[in-house]
């Protein structure tokens, strides 16, 4: 992340990364985050007029990285008075870099959560450019942060009207959170950019399939899910749409399902139930560097979203770029968002909740075998030309500097 000198005639295009994701955190989003900063980096690194500054967190007692370039701020998240501190020392650092850097183009992007309040701040009162990359935030609030007292919610209001007013570029990764954000505010219609997540396309590549390190067999149809099991990722569909089929049909038929979460007891009863111990592969979670091997084993991926979801939040998991990447065929719920995998030929939808059309698509699949499913490259093509990492940084870095003057 080199800088011009000092007596430089371009001007330096710096941005100021913010997010609140831990290090060494497992969910989508945080593995999203790490990709995304490091092809940022990369996409700085040989160029003389541009920077990349990163404002992140650690836990407590963790010691803070070494980073020149990188802040990891201590941020407790048991308690409100750990995030108060948090955006205190935010708001000091942010103004000290600023002091460093003076005379430079600054870009703040932030990935917003509801207590980042510093950032906005700054923007406003410097009047830099702002551009956040947002969810349906009170409705997220509502189904997974119901710990948050009233007066929080309440809070959060204004300052994320604030972001919306003061922000230059809004990104969101479906076209679901697009309609809700225009809904609630007007204003934002023209802001909105949909950038939909994308994967390590270095790490998730097509490799050798190698069946002696999992319970299958080289002559297994197997089927893979990867990623939390969770009420709306829909496993239980997949699992009910098998038990239709019938032993006979499920011969060499194997379903591995790597990842935990609230619902995998009551997933696993229903694999009993169903007559499925068999079939039905639970891997438990994986270290992330171990998913690519186990998806190569695989010969078609699913992702089963329910309604209720796709209603929510539309569909843009990372997973589902992560399968594309390894050259994998997806079978998914129908949603607009996924539309490409069909036009590009690399993935089929079905009506998500819907046990029988979920059965109907297994069976046509089962019955074609792994040449039916074989992508030969044109899944990976997709991957690495629509929804790579490097992608997506040059996408955000063009969204950040070259929409209309940094001062507002």
Same mark, same amino acid.
Not at 42 to 68: I, Y
Not at 311 to 316: D, M, N
């Given at each position: 992340m080199r800088r011009a000198g000092k007596n430089r005639e371009i001007p330096v295009s710096t941005l100021f990364y913010?997010?609140?994701?831990?290090?060494? /955190?497992?969910? @989508?989003?945080?593995?999203? /985050?790490?990709?995304?900063?490091q092809s940022l980096s990369r996409l700085v690194s040989d160029a003389h007029d541009k920077n990349l500054v990163v404002f992140t967190v650690r836990r407590p007692g963790q010691a803070p990285g070494n980073g020149s370039h990188t802040h990891e701020i201590l941020l407790n998240k048991k308690n409100y008075l &750990?995030?108060?501190?948090?955006?205190?020392?935010l708001l000091v650092l942010m103004l000290r870099e600023i002091l460093r850097r003076k005379g430079d183009n600054i870009v703040i992007y932030v990935r917003y959560n509801p207590c980042m309040v510093s950032p906005v701040l700054i923007a406003?009162?410097? &009047?830099?450019?702002?551009?956040?990359?947002? @969810?349906?935030?009170?409705?997220?609030m509502r189904d997974f942060r119901q710990d948050l007292k009233q007066w929080v919610h309440r809070?959060?209001?204004?300052?994320?009207?604030?972001? !919306?007013?003061?922000?230059?570029?809004?990104?969101?990764?479906t076209q679901t959170i697009k309609r809700w954000l225009v809904g609630r505010y007007p204003f934002t219609l023209n802001k909105i950019e949909v950038l939909p997540n994308a994967a390590d396309t270095d790490k998730f590549r097509p490799m050798s399939a190698n069946t002696t390190d999992y319970p299958i067999s080289p002559d297994d149809f197997v089927i893979g899910y990867a990623g939390s099991l969770v009420k709306e990722q829909g496993v239980d569909v997949v699992?009910?749409?098998?038990?239709?089929? @019938?032993? /006979?049909?499920?011969?060499?038929v194997k379903l591995l399902v790597i990842g935990d979460g609230p619902k995998k007891s009551e997933w696993e009863r229903l694999t009993e139930e169903s007559g499925l111990r068999n079939v039905v592969i639970w891997m438990g979670r994986k270290p992330h560097d171990e998913i690519p091997s186990i998806i190569s084993v695989c010969d078609l991926m699913v992702l089963p979203v329910t309604l209720a979801s796709i209603k929510a939040r539309g569909i843009s998991g990372t997973k589902l770029f992560e399968?594309?990447? !390894?050259?994998?065929f997806v079978l998914s719920s129908r949603c607009e968002d996924l539309i490409f995998l069909e036009e590009t030929g690399v993935g089929k939808l079905v009506d998500p909740d819907n046990v029988e059309k979920w059965a109907e698509a297994l069976r046509c699949f089962i019955s074609k075998g792994k040449s039916g499913v074989a992508m030969k490259g044109r899944a990976r093509k997709v991957s690495v030309e629509r929804f790579s990492y490097g992608m997506l940084a040059s996408k955000i870095w063009n969204l950040c500097f070259n929409e209309g003057e940094n001062r507002a």
């Amino acid at each position: 992340m080199r800088r011009a000198g000092k007596n430089r005639e371009i001007p330096v295009s710096t941005l100021f990364y913010v997010n609140q994701i831990y290090a060494d /955190e497992l969910t @989508g989003q945080a593995t999203f /985050e790490r990709g995304l900063i490091q092809s940022l980096s990369r996409l700085v690194s040989d160029a003389h007029d541009k920077n990349l500054v990163v404002f992140t967190v650690r836990r407590p007692g963790q010691a803070p990285g070494n980073g020149s370039h990188t802040h990891e701020i201590l941020l407790n998240k048991k308690n409100y008075l &750990g995030y108060l501190y948090h955006q205190a020392i935010l708001l000091v650092l942010m103004l000290r870099e600023i002091l460093r850097r003076k005379g430079d183009n600054i870009v703040i992007y932030v990935r917003y959560n509801p207590c980042m309040v510093s950032p906005v701040l700054i923007a406003s009162v410097f &009047g830099y450019r702002l551009v956040f990359r947002t @969810g349906p935030v009170f409705r997220s609030m509502r189904d997974f942060r119901q710990d948050l007292k009233q007066w929080v919610h309440r809070l959060v209001r204004p300052i994320f009207w604030a972001y !919306c007013k003061k922000a230059s570029k809004i990104i969101v990764v479906t076209q679901t959170i697009k309609r809700w954000l225009v809904g609630r505010y007007p204003f934002t219609l023209n802001k909105i950019e949909v950038l939909p997540n994308a994967a390590d396309t270095d790490k998730f590549r097509p490799m050798s399939a190698n069946t002696t390190d999992y319970p299958i067999s080289p002559d297994d149809f197997v089927i893979g899910y990867a990623g939390s099991l969770v009420k709306e990722q829909g496993v239980d569909v997949v699992i009910r749409a098998l038990a239709k089929l @019938g032993s /006979e049909s499920l011969n060499n038929v194997k379903l591995l399902v790597i990842g935990d979460g609230p619902k995998k007891s009551e997933w696993e009863r229903l694999t009993e139930e169903s007559g499925l111990r068999n079939v039905v592969i639970w891997m438990g979670r994986k270290p992330h560097d171990e998913i690519p091997s186990i998806i190569s084993v695989c010969d078609l991926m699913v992702l089963p979203v329910t309604l209720a979801s796709i209603k929510a939040r539309g569909i843009s998991g990372t997973k589902l770029f992560e399968y594309i990447a !390894c050259d994998k065929f997806v079978l998914s719920s129908r949603c607009e968002d996924l539309i490409f995998l069909e036009e590009t030929g690399v993935g089929k939808l079905v009506d998500p909740d819907n046990v029988e059309k979920w059965a109907e698509a297994l069976r046509c699949f089962i019955s074609k075998g792994k040449s039916g499913v074989a992508m030969k490259g044109r899944a990976r093509k997709v991957s690495v030309e629509r929804f790579s990492y490097g992608m997506l940084a040059s996408k955000i870095w063009n969204l950040c500097f070259n929409e209309g003057e940094n001062r507002a």
